[in-house]
């Protein structure tokens, strides 16, 4: 039985929003009123964020996956659309390769379909063995100015305290569970359930040149650019994401 701790707003079609890597549910606190008049709007702390508890280690993305499916099954969700952000997003393509028949659509918000690259594999391992030296406070100064374009930007500070609440083997289990996941592509490629695509055109950590080509190729993908923005078009393109999210959301 699924033990996973979320909150949850409003009335209507389910809409599910998954935060990224060293968050939680409060990433979306003030982004998702928005939703409440026309959605029943959920977000849940992923297994080892927040208030929900770890995950036994090793586990994998499609661990977590499974887990967030479970959750859904316990709520009776009916086929909720999925928002993932970062590391939400590989957890929704989880969903969308193993348990499809939960679910009527995903969202990639500031994520990707493709598998880490060689390049990215050698970084991911060398957070993981500066955490380890290290701890976590150290990381998360670097890291979390470097999600946004403008490094003034205000939220940042907020961000900074939220990822400071990272459990340190959540931070590290996560890392190799990233690193390892599998490349979803071809699946996302096939798929025939609708995907939604907003990608940073200063994102530092996904590079916004293959989701372009990839929404080329995609019948079924939306794709938007945010040109201001990098990894965190929640606060950088508040008023527009949430926009965007609206009309995908929205049943036909």
């Known amino acids: 039985m699924s033990s996973i701790y979320f ?51 090793p586990f994998s993305i499609d661990d977590v996956g499974d887990e967030i499916t479970e ?3 316990k709520l009776g969700l009916e086929r909720p659309k999925i928002i993932g952000h970062s590391l939400g997003g590989y ?39 500066f955490v380890q030296l290290n701890g976590i406070e150290p ?9 946004f374009a403008d490094k003034l930007n205000p939220h940042i500070e907020s961000t900074r305290q939220r990822a400071l609440a990272t459990k340190k083997e959540a931070l590290l289990s996560y890392s190799v569970a990233m690193r390892d996941r599998t490349d979803q592509s071809e699946l996302a490629l096939r798929s025939t359930l ?26 079924k993908c939306t794709f938007f650019e945010l040109p201001e923005a ?15 999210i609206s009309r995908f959301a929205t049943p036909e």
């Open 7 to 57: 909150r949850e707003i409003g009335s209507g079609p389910p809409l599910v929003f998954l935060h990224g890597f060293c968050d939680s549910h409060e990433l979306w606190a003030d982004f998702i009123g928005e939703f409440a008049s026309s959605h029943r709007v959920l977000t849940p702390d992923l297994p080892g964020f927040g208030r929900s508890p770890e995950l036994p280690v």
């Open 71 to 73: 959750w859904i099954k």
């Open 91 to 129: 957890v929704a393509l989880s969903l969308l390769a193993r348990h499809k028949e939960q679910i009527s659509g995903i969202g990639l918000f500031h994520s990707t379909p493709f598998a880490d690259t060689l390049e990215r594999k050698k970084i991911r391992q060398k957070v993981i063995q």
């Open 139 to 147: 990381f998360i100064e670097t890291f979390v100015p470097g999600l």
């Open 194 to 219: 609708p995907l939604l695509i907003i990608a940073g055109a200063h994102d530092p950590l996904i590079p916004i040149e293959d989701l372009r080509k990839f929404a080329k190729i995609n019948q």
């Open 230 to 244: 990098a990894h965190m078009g929640i606060f950088e393109a508040k008023k527009l994401c949430q926009a965007i």
